[in-house]
Nanobody
Framework: LRCSCRRGGGLVQAGGSLRLSCAASGFTLDDYVIGWFRQAPGKEREGVSCISSSGDNTYYADSVKGRFTVSRDNAKNTVYLQMNSLKPEDTAVYYC???????????????????WGKGTQVTVSS
């Protein structure tokens, strides 16, 4: 798994938008629940959003609800996190993650992840 920033990289102004991508090779991401997490300095890791294997169910942390959207593109074997109306409080290192099996179902907080992508820094300036 790997995560990357789109449309301006990892530095944006408050109110701006950014899209993160989670891609994988060697296995099919759309067989798995995929989660997005973030960790800010001095804070615990937070489950931001996750999407079921089918894409029919999603979870969003209250802090991002209405601003972030998780989606998946099966043809590209990629899961996206579209982040809109960004706030300085969104500044963190963001990770995508997947469980080690296809049985894990979406749960609040996106627990059950075993494989973690390389984190990417998202910085939102005021």
């Amino acid at each position: 798994l790997r995560c990357s920033c789109r449309r301006g990289g990892g530095l944006v102004q408050a109110g701006g938008s950014l899209r993160l991508s989670c891609a994988a090779s060697g296995f099919t991401l759309d067989d798995y629940v995929i989660g997005w997490f973030r960790q800010a300095p001095g804070k615990e890791r937070e489950g931001v959003s996750c999407i079921s294997s089918s894409g029919d169910n999603t979870y969003y942390a209250d802090s991002v609800k209405g601003r972030f959207t998780v989606s998946r593109d099966n043809a590209k074997n990629t899961v996206y996190l579209q982040m809109n109306s960004l706030k300085p409080e969104d500044t963190a290192v963001y990770y995508c993650a997947a469980p080690d099996n296809t049985i894990v179902v979406l749960t609040p907080g996106c627990y059950g992840m075993d494989y973690w992508g390389k984190g990417t820094q998202v910085t939102v300036s005021s």
